[in-house]
């Protein structure tokens, strides 16, 4: 995975998973931009109106197509609608016990 | 991580994860220079003066860009507006259960 950090930088095409707010339904989807994850992640989870994409793990905005770049393959992301928060996994225990 | 480490020495643009004092808020950034995360924390959350940047895990104030640039990838750092204070990670478990 140190790899994939290290060489980041140019946008390739990549899969993640995208869940909704309350975690009902996760997809994978390919992607190699920001934008482009949010449009086909508001299709494919039928999103109304995409406000923000957030990590699974800790709730960390992905707001920046260079932060985003960063991403590993498969890594878990929350798309949100207006007005709905990121909570915390239900399922996992703080990150420091990991 | 121990490669990134190691070479840390020179400036080079890597991912952070920024929050707020009181964590309701955090945001992936990209940034090479304290002065820059600082700048972009800012604005990113809209912290109206930033006056420090502590470490979320342990409160270590990153005063200097040296120590900065020590910093892993992905390093969890609060910002702090004057008058706010760091207070342990409500979630987290005693560093020495770890």
Not at 18 to 41: F, P, Y
């Amino acid at each position: 995975t140190q790899q994939l950090l290290l060489s980041g930088r140019t946008p390739r095409t990549k899969p993640f998973r995208v869940t909704n707010a309350d975690r009902s339904v996760k997809k994978g989807i390919m992607a190699d931009t920001l934008q482009d994850l949010m449009n086909k992640a508001s299709d494919s989870l039928s999103v109304q109106c995409a406000s923000a994409m957030l990590l699974d793990e800790d709730g960390t905005g992905v707001d920046t197509e260079e932060f985003f770049q960063t991403l590993l393959d498969n890594t878990v992301l929350v798309v949100l609608e207006k007005g709905q928060k990121w909570t915390p996994h239900p399922n996992s225990p703080p990150r420091d016990q990991l």
